[in-house]
């Protein structure tokens, strides 16, 4: 018997890519009824998702159409306020938000013709998703490696190599650039909140598969004194400023042949930036204090918690340098309060990691062998509400409240925080555990219940912290929705003072909702259908809508 073939779901109300699937791609099995017999389909949104619900399990790859020529009652909703032909044009992305909704994990490509190029306006919703321009029926081969593409996707571990990568859409994006990043010596821009594992990321996945021979260097530039950031980067000679009493090589130098991984890049000097400019355009460093300059080979990987388009927008980063760095190779991590459906893998990833540390190994085999489990057993977590026991080793449990809490929570820390809450939960429930075992009293299931206000009290700690998200604000802060601070800056009349502080606080407004104009409406007017009227200032005020919502693709907005 042969290997399986990839099933392949076509949602289009026209014949030409199924036809296409079943008469020139034998490699792919349609799915589906539909007439004609031959080429199989599913003709709408709603019948799609019905399909989805019975049948998922069934599809390995979706094609969808973008643009639907049905009657109206068998059309999804595309947005607020759009007419009849503008939902029937983007019908596919009315689908796609569906489909990512109800079923995160399935892989989907998105067909279209020429005539549909202009898609800058749904940008955000076509961020990193497969996609092809299908012109004619001789185009196969852009289609063929689409889907092959989409099912290699689908089919990678959630883990591999230490790497937690999770089954999250974008993870799975992020997996998908790096692998191309990787290659060559071109270097690569790593945007994502504090703790989404950008370090980690360049040296354990950039690094390790760009076939370099030299070594990882990284430099925390916000560590480093403005002062001293030149002498860092590019090595000094003896004497070249106060206190250089040797020849010291700088990170350029040292990473030659490897990879320099540049974190919060952000903070260089606006004139040393020209500088590193250079060195990425010539390949050669001048120490300071010397005349002579050295070659050197290194893949750079610049990293920001912060979107730097705006910081290049705000005049704290050179557009020249943001562009040799090539905003094209720019990846986002996303954080994990956008990763939901990773949070239990990552959870019992964790737990287990948890368990395994030089500090709390030999309590857990203390625990597990009172209970009859051998020691080196891996610890395993237990989420009440998903049933099933998992693994055979000393067991923390979460109730189904107390999962909650976990769930629920914002993880401004992101993957660094949720690994310290596990590490103490499993810190605290073995230590308690063994307290038992040292008074004489006797364990006898291998099941330890998390202490739900442990975890409250955990969670409650960090809540408590100051936001280190970049936009946050003391006005951002604050419990009052509309409440939040502008700064007034003089302008030639008053009225373009009066605008520039509507501006700020429209801008802080549309960070808070994540650019839900219903919600804005809804705040300011009183009536969340008055969305119009929020979009036409805005408009009114210069904001550009397209930009923004482009920065908040890129970045970490509240």
Same mark, same amino acid.
């Given at each position: ?378 610890? /395993? *977590?237990?989420?009440? !509400?998903? #049933?099933? =026991? @998992?693994?055979?080793?000393?067991? $923390?449990?979460?109730? &189904? ?91 030639? /009349? *008053?009225?373009?003072? !009066?605008? #520039?502080? =509507? @501006?700020?606080?429209?801008?802080? $407004?549309?960070?808070? &909702? ?45």
């Amino acid at each position: 018997m042969g290997e399986k073939r990839p099933r392949i779901l076509v949602i289009d109300d026209g014949l030409t890519y199924a036809r296409v699937v079943a008469r020139h791609l034998p490699e792919y099995e349609l799915v589906a009824a539909g007439e004609p017999a031959e080429a199989p389909r599913i003709e709408d949104g709603p019948a799609a998702l019905d399909y989805l619900a019975r049948h998922g399990r069934d599809v390995d790859v979706i094609l969808l159409d973008l643009k639907f020529d049905v009657p109206q009652e068998r059309l999804l909703p595309l947005e607020e306020g759009a007419d009849l032909r503008r939902t029937r044009r983007f019908q596919g992305v009315a689908i796609l938000r569906e489909i990512r909704k109800r079923h995160p994990e399935m892989p989907v490509v998105l067909l279209t013709s020429q005539a549909d190029l202009s898609l800058a306006e749904l940008a955000e919703d076509l961020a990193s998703q497969s996609m092809t321009y299908f012109l004619d029926g001789d185009d196969l081969d852009s289609l063929r490696i689409r889907i092959n593409a989409a099912v290699q996707e689908a089919s990678q571990p959630v883990e591999e190599n230490g790497m937690l990568w999770g089954r999250s859409p974008g993870m799975r994006a992020v997996r998908r650039r790096l692998s191309v990043l990787a290659q060559g010596r071109m270097p690569a821009i790593l945007e994502g909140e504090t703790g989404t594992g950008k370090s980690y990321l360049a040296q354990r996945f950039l690094h390790a598969h760009s076939g370099r021979t030299g070594p990882f260097v990284t430099v925390d530039l916000g560590t480093v004194p403005p002062d001293l950031v030149a002498a860092h980067l590019f090595g000094a000679t003896r004497g070249a400023y106060t206190g250089a009493v040797a020849d010291r090589k700088g990170v350029f130098e040292l990473a030659d042949q490897g990879t320099l991984f540049l974190d919060e890049v952000q903070n260089i000097p606006l004139d040393v930036q020209k500088q590193l400019l250079l060195v990425l355009q010539d390949r050669r460093v001048r120490p300071l204090g010397s005349s002579r300059e050295k070659n050197v080979d290194v893949k750079v990987v610049a990293a920001s918690s912060m979107p730097l388009a705006r910081a290049v927008a705000e005049g704290r980063f050179r557009r020249d340098l943001y562009m040799r760095l090539s905003p094209a190779t720019r990846v986002v991590i996303p954080p994990l309060r956008e990763r939901p459906e990773d949070l239990p893998f990552l959870a019992r990833r964790l737990t287990e990691l948890a368990g395994a540390q030089e500090e709390t190994a030999s309590l857990r085999d203390r625990v597990g062998q009172a209970v009859g489990i051998a020691p080196g057993t891996p610890m /395993t *977590l237990q989420i009440e !509400s998903d #049933g099933g =026991e @998992r693994g055979a080793g000393v067991m $923390l449990l979460l109730p &189904t409240p107390t999962w909650r809490l976990l769930a629920e929570h914002s993880w401004p820390g992101n993957v660094r925080e949720l690994a310290m809450v596990l590490h103490n939960l499993v810190t605290f429930t073995l230590v308690e555990a063994a307290d038992v075992l040292r008074a004489g009293l006797p364990l006898k299931s291998p099941r330890l219940q998390v202490d739900p206000g442990l975890v409250a009290t955990l969670l409650t700690g960090y809540a408590a912290l100051p936001d280190s998200r970049p936009d946050a604000s003391a006005g951002a802060a604050t419990e009052d929705p509309l409440r939040c601070e502008v700064t007034l800056v003089a302008g030639e /009349t *008053l009225n373009d003072v !009066s605008n #520039g502080a =509507e @501006r700020q606080y429209f801008l802080a $407004l549309f960070r808070r &909702t994540k650019g839900d104009f219903r919600q804005m409406a809804r705040l300011l007017l009183g009536d969340a259908d008055r969305e119009r009227a929020v979009r036409l200032r805005f408009n009114q005020l210069g904001l550009k809508v397209r930009e923004l919502r482009g920065w908040m693709s890129c970045g970490p907005w509240r």
